[in-house]
């Protein structure tokens, strides 16, 4: 990329001319986006978009703009990850982890999904796994473990309870427990808000 | 310095909590080979790439890189069976080897839970990887002790090859890796249409919308229902997973009637080096329950 692009996409961002969203790419040293010339690349490549309503470009586009209604866009959430659109970007964006930069800007203002949210909250930070094997409903995986001669738990942190605790105290040192609570704190408080509104 | 011969076992969450057959097996083919294959005790979940990392990409850096850390304190290279891991812990790797500030600030976190620090010591390897290019074709070819004769579809998966700049495995647009590997195996590997799209699952869409995840998946397996292989073969257990439940929800929902049964790398290699049909544990998965390996026993036994 020649010099001239690379110096137009770390400049700085005028609050005048520029967004939030814009603002928290280039912190996050992502100001690559900017690189994009809105070819659709992303979307043409994307197995996502083409079964549902999901675009990558048009995610990409909007966060550029600084058009927040993205973050709220639950079709951001039908990304799969699967990095075609990284590895076809003519721009060499990252666009994946564009899409993932979204979604993270969107998590700590309330917007999260409770399947994810569930995912994150009762089993990834109450077992360490995403997938436990603990529990009365997971015995019978237990046992297939043990018919396999294995040990019925695996020597995770599903055989150490105080690497669980380890673990949750990682989690709230780097503020993983604040951005879940805040997220849900925030979810309920538009949730109140949108029926009240809806009573008046 | 790292080891010889030996790998830190990573296990995941999929693998050992509800495919522990593909654990059994890895550990099979690994040992047989002349690996030694360590217990990585205490780890967690990578943490997921997908929906783990949508959260705050930060976290997911911290909690991966504690999970590094306990492979170096066991001098070994890690070893994976899963996509998923595999892409969380090789990137996270990677890039704090890399970058000096971020593994800064990773370390400074870690060292409030006691004894953790990321040093950058080992690489992270997928198994796919280890046995294709390691092992080879002409590595396994002397150690097996049957070939098995069936016609395969081969799923690659994402994360395995994607991004490449970051795996530097091989080109994902047209990988021959395993297709190489299985065929020293008595695989002949059958191409199919859109064979390298995504099986619809990762990114946190299976657990969102398991629909659009249906409908994604649902076109792979139209595709490969067009060349009616013997069995799906894949190197990630969440891939396991999609075609496994992904199909019995074809089944239910969308009258259709699909018995594939799916099969990861390790357990066919598990097979070809004499572990006992009974324990690639089909019988306990969702499809092709009553599939029993073809082939034949290789006539002179060369270990
Ligand atoms: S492929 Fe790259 S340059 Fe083209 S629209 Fe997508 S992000 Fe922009
Ligand atoms: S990584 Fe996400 S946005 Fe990019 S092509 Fe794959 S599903 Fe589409």
């Known amino acids: 990329m020649s010099e001239n692009v690379e110096k137009y996409i770390k400049r700085k961002v005028y609050k005048s001319t520029s967004s939030r969203i814009a603002q928290k790419f280039v912190d996050a040293g992502l100001e690559k ?32 703009t600084g058009d927040e209604s993205v973050l709220k866009d639950i079709d951001i959430w039908l990304c799969s990850t699967c990095y075609y659109c990284y590895e076809r970007c003519p721009r060499d964006i990252p666009v994946t982890d564009m899409i993932i930069k979204l979604r993270n800007i969107a998590v700590e203002e309330g917007y999260i999904l409770d399947s994810h949210f569930g995912l994150a909250n009762d089993i990834f930070y109450a077992t360490g796994h995403g997938v436990p094997a603990t529990g009365e409903n997971n015995k019978k ?22 690497a669980v ?33 809806k009573e008046e | 310095m790292v080891k010889e011969n030996t790998f830190a076992f990573f ?30 005790e205490r780890a967690t979940c990578c943490p997921a790439p997908g929906v783990f990392r949508s959260f705050n990409k930060g976290d997911w850096m911290v909690a991966a890189a504690r999970n590094l850390c306990i492979a170096e304190k066991l001098d070994s290279d890690i070893l994976t069976v899963c996509n998923g891991c595999f892409g969380t812990l090789q990137e996270v790797n990677k ?40 092992v080879g074709p002409w590595g396994i070819e002397d150690v097996i002790i049957r070939k098995v004769n069936a016609r ?23 990988p021959t890796i395993i297709e190489e590997f299985v065929e020293a195996l008595g695989i002949e590997s059958v191409r199919f249409k859109e064979q390298l799209t995504c099986c619809g699952a990762g990114g946190g869409v299976k657990a969102y919308d398991g629909t659009a995840s249906m409908r994604i998946f649902g076109e792979k397996m139209k595709n490969i229902d067009e060349v009616k292989p013997d069995f799906i073969l894949d190197i990630c257990p969440f891939c396991h997973l999609q075609y496994e439940t992904g199909q019995d929800y074809l089944n ?22 004499g572990m006992d049909q009974e324990f690639i544990g089909l019988q306990y998965q969702l499809m092709g329950r009553e599939y029993i390996f073809g082939g034949e026993e290789k006539e002179e036994e060369v270990i």
């Open chain 1, 33 to 64: 986006i900017r690189a994009c010339i809105n070819c659709g690349t992303c979307t043409g490549s994307c197995p996502s978009g083409r079964r549902t309503a999901y675009r990558t470009r048009s995610a990409i586009r909007r966060a550029l």
């Open chain 1, 141 to 162: 995986w237990r046992d297939l473990r043990e018919s396999y001669g294995l040990p019925p738990l695996p020597p995770t942190v599903h055989s150490y309870p105080e």
């Open chain 1, 165 to 197: 605790k380890e673990c949750q105290e990682l989690m709230n040192a780097v503020g993983f427990r604040k951005l879940l609570d805040n997220a849900a704190k925030l979810k309920e408080e538009r949730a109140q808000a949108a029926k009240k509104d």
């Open chain 2, 11 to 40: 296990l995941g969450c999929l693998m050992p909590n509800r495919y522990p057959a593909i654990e059994k097996s890895t550990k099979f083919v690994m040992q047989k080979l002349g690996y030694e294959i360590l217990d990585m």
């Open chain 2, 95 to 134: 890039h704090l080897k890399e970058n000096k500030e971020h593994r800064e600030l990773v370390n400074e976190k870690l060292k409030l839970i006691g004894n953790y620090e990321f040093r950058g010591t080992i690489d992270v390897r997928h198994v796919a990887e280890v046995l294709g290019y390691e």
């Open chain 2, 152 to 174: 395969a579809v081969i799923h690659y998966g994402c994360h395995f090859l994607k991004p490449t700049r970051i795996r530097e495995i091989e080109s994902s647009e047209g």
């Open chain 2, 252 to 273: 239910k929902n969308k009258s259709c009637n699909y018995d594939y049964p799916v099969i990861h790398l390790s357990q066919l290699t598990a097979y070809c080096m």
